[in-house]
Each structure stands twice: as structure tokens, then as C-alpha cells.
């Protein structure tokens, strides 16, 4: 096991010093203000961290790749969906776009063929967990190992070969995940720019937003799983051509990292 001190065990020995300089400097009432104001900003800054992977407040996760070349990815979370996935894998072969789908374990193992679809048509397949809890985060180190091998199982049988990247649901990381990630030779990867395409908002304003992120090495997310089929291709067909507009070639995350 290697041992790293992340941002968050600075901050933490940080707030640990600054608590016992007010311990060692006050007395009273100012003492216990003094200690009480250090364990709420300690916690405010880490219940951010653990909403915003590209802080990288517990360890690397990938969310921009440094490279001069105008190439973005495309990435989809929380398919594979039988609404969607079979029209947008046929609208991503019309317009020649290779794209990342961070996938859910449970829903790989019910769409196995649609899966070695996407695999045959030359997009990358990566672990988005296996059962996408809303309580991921609070998961034991266990659990984790349990839930995020299940789904590592599940896509290596379509893939061939496991996973190499994962994104965790909702994007928050903890300590834990780091941990367990890194076991299954797992990268943690975060996002440049969300489309915050599950809130209603119009098409236009999904896009833009990615766009307005849009630059060499960007990781641009929108939703697979659970979209509504007709916006999710309309918004696709939108962002790549003002993508190929501006210059930017769609490549997979692999991609991307691989040949900078
Ligand atoms: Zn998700």
C-alpha cells in the first residue's frame, strides 16, 4: 500500500495546527469560538472536495488532459440505455465520432449485445459502478472493492479486457474510492465541462455550456442513460458540428491520454 498525502491530509494537518495555536493562544469563550470556526471551514472545504473530483482534493482524478492538439472526448454516463444507446450509436457512426461511455454495471449485464455494439463500432466502454447508489460515498472500503469489481467483471466481458477509467456516480470521491480505485489499477476520472443536461434546460443552453468549456484536452460529459432519446440526439448533433465548427476533433478518453 503506498502511502500519499493528498490536498485533503494537508488541509487536515493544516486545521490541526491552526486548531491548537487557538487552543495554545486564547482562553474562554474566544477558544471555544476559535476551535469551532476551524472545524467548520475544515469541513465545508472537504464536503466540497468531495462534490468536485477536479479539486482533486483526495487524489488525481483525470479531468483535463494537457495537450496542444484541438481534441476533445465525448463522454456519456449511465448507459447503456435500450431508449436511447442503439439510436445514438447510430448517430455517433453517421457523424464519424468515437465516444467514452462511462457505464453502470447492472445495466451492461442486461444489455450485453448492445454493449459489444458500441465495443465493435469503435467506442470505449468504462466503470461507472455496477449499482450507481446514491450513497457510493458512504460505502465501506469492502463495498466499494465489491461493487466497483462487479462492474469491472461486467465490462470486461464485453470489452475483452477490464476497464481502465472510472467515474464515480454523481462524481464524488472520498478517500475510499482513491483507495479501491487505485487496487483495480483504476484512473478516477472527473470532467472538464457537464452539460447538467438531466435538469430541464433547453437544448441550446446544454450546449453552449459545453462549449463555453470546450478546449485542447477537454472531458465534456452529458447523460446516456435515462435521457429522452429525441433531445439527447438533437443536442448531440448540435455540440459536433459547432465541435467541428470551432476545429475540434471527438476522440475516446483513451485517445486523448494516449497520444497527447
Ligand atoms: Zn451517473
Redesign the pocket.
Known sequence: VRHRLTPFHWTLLAAGGLALAVAIGCRGSCRVTGLVLVALAQSTVTALGVMRPQWRWFGPAICQVHTAQARVALTF??GPDANTTPALLDQLARRGVPATF?C?GTRVLEHLDLCRRAVAEGHELEN?SHA?HRCTNFFSVARLRDDLGAAQAALAQVRGSPPRFFRP??GLTNLRVFRVARELRLQVVGWTVRGLDQRARGDAKVVDRLLAGARPGAILLL?D?GSEPARLLRRVEMLVDKLEVRGYQCVRLDQLLDNR
Do not use: C, W
Request: proline share 10%; no cysteine; glycine share 10%.
Open positions: 454516463d449511465d462511462f453502470i461507472h450507481h456516480p454523481m447523460h442513460g
